[in-house]
């Protein structure tokens, strides 16, 4: 189904309760989780609403709490306190959750980006995520280009967890991080597949902002493709994309 909802805040506030609410289902299954500007205001809701639980409820949840990122890049380094080195999305999650809400690594997951051996690591985090269950809720972000995760297009369903090649767009998308030079991104990541991410029992799309309209248009129009990587999430059973006004923008008329 599609949730309509009138801004970032909105967006974010949903999303936050329902990961707390996956934390507390029993079974809790693993937690998949992205990066990206659209997650800060989410985590940092997250952040808000554990903190506000009785004491005991928060020790609860920090006892099952197991997540699953969806990428890392190849090359990074993870986190220091050097700034030029907390580019990695393993910094991005050390100072978005587990800093915050005292989780440890072996709590947060994520693809190690400097193994020696980027393809035999992409093979290795696979397995770890089948070997924890599987997803349960995965959480995911829409690349302007229609890549989630980073699998971008052209990218068929039967994709599993791989180092891909990460597209000119992608890198101009995250440049940002990068003192907003494209060249300076890395060339590559390591990311679950679409097998992956299908896999998972529930699935929660959010997305945000104007310059997502028309790629979201494209994903609640277009029949599936493997020019649109997330088109391949309209055969799943259980997702939800949640939406503010202006991601919506191209699709309801005001």
């Not at 440049?175 to 300076?184: I, N, S, T």
Request: proline fraction near 8%.
């Amino acid at each position: 189904p599609l949730l309509p909802l009138e801004d970032a805040t909105a967006v974010a506030r949903h999303g936050a309760a329902e990961l707390l609410a996956a934390v507390g289902a029993d079974p809790a299954w693993p937690l998949g989780l992205a990066t990206g500007r659209t997650m800060e205001p989410l985590y940092a809701e997250l952040v808000r609403l554990v903190r506000a639980l009785p004491r005991q409820e928060q020790q609860g949840l920090r006892r099952r709490w197991l997540s699953f990122n969806l990428d890392e890049y190849v090359g990074v380094p993870g986190p220091s306190r050097r700034r030029e080195q907390a580019q990695s999305f393993r910094a991005f999650m050390a100072a978005q959750l587990m800093e915050p809400l005292q989780l440890t690594a072996d709590q947060v997951c994520l693809p190690h980006g400097l193994a020696l051996d980027a393809q035999a690591e992409a093979q290795r985090y696979g397995a770890a995520v089948a070997a924890a269950g599987g997803i349960g809720l995965q959480l995911l972000g829409l690349g302007l280009n229609g890549h989630v995760g980073f699998n971008e297009p052209p990218c068929g369903p039967g994709a599993a967890c791989r180092v891909v090649d990460l597209s000119a767009s992608t890198r101009r998308q995250n440049a940002g991080a990068f003192g907003g030079d494209p060249a300076a991104t890395p060339a590559q990541a390591i990311t679950l597949g679409l097998v992956e991410i299908l896999a998972a029992r529930r699935i929660l799309l959010v997305v945000t902002g104007a310059s997502k309209a028309a790629v979201l248009a494209r994903l609640l129009c277009d029949p599936p493709s493997a020019a649109l990587p997330a088109s391949w999430l309209q055969g799943h059973p259980a997702v939800t994309v949640v939406a503010d006004r202006a991601a919506l923008s191209a699709v309801i008329q005001p």
